[in-house]
Each structure stands twice: as C-alpha cells, then as structure tokens.
C-alpha cells in the first residue's frame, strides 16, 4: 500500500534552516508528482510547493518562494524541503502529498506530517 | 491568487440528517478546454491527515462512501452528506487547482447534534 513518511521536523530558531524528507514506499514514486502542504497549530491546510516527477518543474505559493526549495531523488524514493529563514508563522505540520494519477491537480495520498516549531 | 470561501464555518447535525456545505472561489476553476471542474474535497479527523473525498467536483474519490456526494460549476460548489454518521465528524475543506498552485478553504467542522 501507499506510503508517505515525513522526517526532519523539530524546533529550530528564527533564522535557521531545516530540510524535511518524504520517504514514499507502495507505488512507482519517479511516476508521481509531488507535494508539501503545512497546517499550524489548529488552523487550516496551506499548499506550499509542487514538483513534477521527473523534477523538473516546480512551483511555489508565494509565501514560501525564495526560502523554500523542493526536491526529489527518484533513485531514493524521496522528496524534500529546504526550508531556510524560518519565522516564527512557519511553524505547522508539514505533509506531503502525492498528486492524484500522477498529476498536480489533486493529492490523494498524505503522509502522517512531521511538526516543525520555529522558537528561540 | 484565488480565494476559497467556504460556509458554515461549524455546523452540528443531527444523526442520520443531513450536511450541507458550501465552497465559493474568487474566481472561476471551470477549464474550457476539459469542461472540467479543477476542484476537491477533503476530510480530515482530528489527529489525522486530510483524505481526499470528492475530486473534479463531483467524482467520489474510491473507498468513499456514497452518502459523500459534490456538486457544483465554476465558482460556487457544494458537499453534501446525506445522513450523517459518527464517523464524519471532522473538518471539511475545499481546494481547487489553478495556474500550478492550490488554495483551500478555511475549513467546516461538522459536529453531531
């Protein structure tokens, strides 16, 4: 079966970097795209990034673009966030999602989330 | 960007009653060259990630069961669950795709009466 697994999160100050990880198991992850969606602490879904599966394309909320950057490594079955100048309304949830049929569109498959708090 | 409304913000139903909720876009999601609707519904429970219900609309996502049913064009789109269950109570959210980017609705709670 599908699976999404999150890692990385943790507290960190205001101003630092964190990468978060994916690791996907269960389907031909190189054939998917790829998402990151974060939730603070008792609010709402925010899209953040999409990549295509091959990589080559990707696409940011503005929120995020320039300090955020998503990766993957197909060979891997992984998918990434760079998150650099973190602020304190950077802490949330952060889960990924798989696109729907391969496509953006739509995520039909989330990882349980890994909680990034941002603190000094 | 596109803004994603939905309405109520709660709403407590009764077992077995129905649910009713609604997702108004700033903007049209409707794509003229598909004539398909890029918009979805999402459940999520408390503690847990969202799963997606309802995609292009008004397609059941498979596994979902047919009391979850969409309905909706273009701006204004709707949920329904035609005879609510424990097992629903959660929040509800809209999401459309547009230009390569998501945005979601600020989310319903649907409680029981």
């Known amino acids: 079966q599908v699976q999404l697994v999150e890692s990385g999160g943790g507290v960190v100050q205001p101003g630092r970097s964190l990468r978060l990880s994916c690791a996907a198991a269960g389907f031909t992850f190189s054939t998917y795209a790829m998402n990151w969606v974060r939730q603070a602490p008792g609010k709402g879904l925010e899209w953040l990034a999409v990549?295509?599966?091959?990589?080559?394309?990707?696409y940011y909320a503005d929120s995020v673009k320039g300090r955020f950057t998503i990766s993957r490594d197909n060979s891997k079955n992984t998918l990434y966030v760079q998150m650099n100048r973190l602020r304190a309304e950077d802490t949330a949830v952060y889960y990924c999602?798989?696109?729907?049929?391969?496509?953006?569109?739509?995520?039909?498959?989330w990882g349980q989330g890994t909680l990034v708090t941002v603190s000094s | 960007d596109i803004v994603m409304t939905q309405s109520p913000d709660s709403l407590a139903v009764s077992l077995g009653e129905r649910a009713t909720i609604n997702c108004k876009s700033s903007?049209?999601?409707?794509?003229?060259?598909?004539?398909?609707?890029?918009f979805a519904w999402y459940q999520q429970k408390p503690g847990q990630p969202p799963k997606l219900l309802i995609y292009?609309?008004?397609t059941r996502e498979s596994g979902v069961p047919d009391r979850f049913s969409g309905s909706g064009s273009g701006t204004d789109f709707t949920l329904t669950i035609s005879s609510l269950q424990a097992e629903d109570v959660a929040v509800y959210y809209c999401?459309?795709?547009?230009?390569?980017?998501?945005?979601f609705g600020q989310g319903t709670k649907v409680e029981i009466k």
């Open positions: 999602a798989r696109g729907k049929g391969g496509n953006y569109f739509f995520a039909d498959h």
């Open positions: 990549i295509s599966y091959d990589g080559i394309n990707k």
């Open positions: 292009w609309a008004s």
């Open positions: 903007q049209s999601v409707l794509y003229s060259s598909d004539n398909k609707n890029y």
């Open positions: 999401q459309q795709y547009y230009g390569s980017s998501w945005t």
